[in-house]
Each structure stands twice: as structure tokens, then as C-alpha cells.
């Protein structure tokens, strides 16, 4: 149990800072705060972290691994419409979880290389992921959509999903955190990445993808 103990109270520490950060957002948040909401002293904090940088690391390091297994699709299998959308709402959910990346983006960036070189290769990931579904719908005269169009349509769809949330707090800070707000604007976040598709829609995936529209419209009158 000894051994234990450390590690449990590395873990508390992890949570804290990543509730702090999402919060009250990560340049606002000092080591001393973190351990005075631990209520350990910060010499027990340094123990487990060298400083507040290494904490942010190590989130990251949990999100990393997160986002890669998100971002290993299914093999042998072509994506519906249905499954993009899902798939889109499990992505949303895990950059909910973590947003403070997202929304104090560049200040962190800025003054963390890891940070800089890894989220510069989830990126470019989630743009292979995005061309290849499109691809796959290509392929099913699903899509109809030129290689360049495919370029353009990819990165537009990742910027969207990545900035929603920080766009949905600059608009309503104040209902940031509330259940009802965050449960319509990850279902609209959906919908707004995937009505980027919908001028290439062709055949029963746009038929699937309007009758999935509709259900959004509903679900948002019902919140």
C-alpha cells in the first residue's frame, strides 16, 4: 500500500490540474494554486512534478494516447454516414474532456516545443484520417469530389472540429461548463463539420445524411 500512495497522489495531482486548466484556463493556474488545492504543501507537489509544464506534459501524455486510438479507424470497412457522425461525437467528447489544449492553443505552443511538434502531428493525422473517409465514400459514388476539393474539404473539417468548442466559449462563456450547453454544442458540432460534406453528398448517403439533419434540428428544439 506504501508504494501505492505516491503514485495515487500523482494521479490526484493530474486530475486537479487538468479541472484547474479547463476551467479557469491553464496560463491562469500556478503550481502554488494546484497545491493549495490539494492542500499539500509545494514542495510535495515538486516531488511528483518538477514544475508546471511537466504537469501539462504529462496530460498530454494521456490525451495523446487518447487521441491515437480514436484516430485508428476501423479496417475492412467502409464508414456510413452514421459512423462518421458517431465517430465525430466520440472526438468531440475527448476534446471536451482535454479543451484547455485546444482554447490556450497558441500561448502554450509558444513557450512548450513538445507540445508544439506533437499537436502539429495530431493535426496532420486527423487531416489523413478525414481524406481517407472521403476517399472510401469516393470510391462507394458516395462523395463526388475532385482530389483537390478532397484537400481543401479535409483541412476544413479538422479546423472546424478543432476550434468549435473554443468558438462555442468565446460566444457563451458564461454556459460553458453547464450540461445542457456542452451536450448542444458537441451534437451541433457534429452537424456543423459534416455540412461541409453536404454539397458532394450523393445518392443514399445524402438522403442518410439529411435524415440524420433532421433528427439534429429536433434533438436542438428539445434542449
Request: with cysteine; net charge neutral; aromatic share 12%.
Amino acid at each position: 500500500m506504501e508504494q501505492k500512495a505516491p503514485r495515487r497522489t500523482r494521479e490526484k495531482i493530474l486530475e486537479l490540474s487538468l479541472k484547474l486548466f479547463n476551467e479557469f484556463g491553464e496560463p491562469n493556474i500556478t503550481t502554488t494554486i494546484i497545491a493549495d488545492e490539494m492542500k499539500i504543501s509545494p514542495g510535495n507537489l515538486y516531488y511528483h512534478f518538477r514544475n508546471k509544464d511537466d504537469i501539462v506534459n504529462s496530460i498530454f501524455s494521456t490525451f495523446e494516447e487518447q487521441m491515437a486510438r480514436m484516430l485508428a479507424m476501423p479496417q475492412g470497412k467502409r464508414p456510413t454516414m452514421q459512423d462518421v457522425w458517431t465517430y465525430l461525437h466520440f472526438m468531440f467528447e475527448l476534446i471536451w474532456r482535454y479543451r484547455f489544449f485546444y482554447r490556450d492553443l497558441s500561448d502554450l505552443l509558444s513557450r512548450n516545443r513538445t507540445l508544439e511538434l506533437h499537436f502539429k502531428e495530431i493535426f496532420g493525422h486527423k487531416i489523413k484520417v478525414v481524406k481517407q473517409v472521403c476517399v472510401d465514400l469516393q470510391a462507394d459514388n458516395a462523395l463526388q469530389v475532385s482530389a483537390t476539393e478532397i484537400d481543401v474539404l479535409s483541412t476544413n473539417m479538422v479546423v472546424t472540429a478543432s476550434y468549435w468548442l473554443s468558438y462555442q466559449y468565446v460566444l457563451n462563456p458564461r454556459q460553458y461548463t453547464e450540461q445542457a450547453f456542452v451536450e448542444k454544442a458537441l451534437d451541433a458540432g457534429c452537424y456543423q463539420v459534416l455540412s461541409l460534406m453536404h454539397p458532394y453528398l450523393r445518392g443514399e448517403t445524402l438522403q442518410h445524411f439529411e435524415e440524420l439533419t433532421a433528427q439534429h434540428l429536433l434533438k436542438m428544439q428539445s434542449l
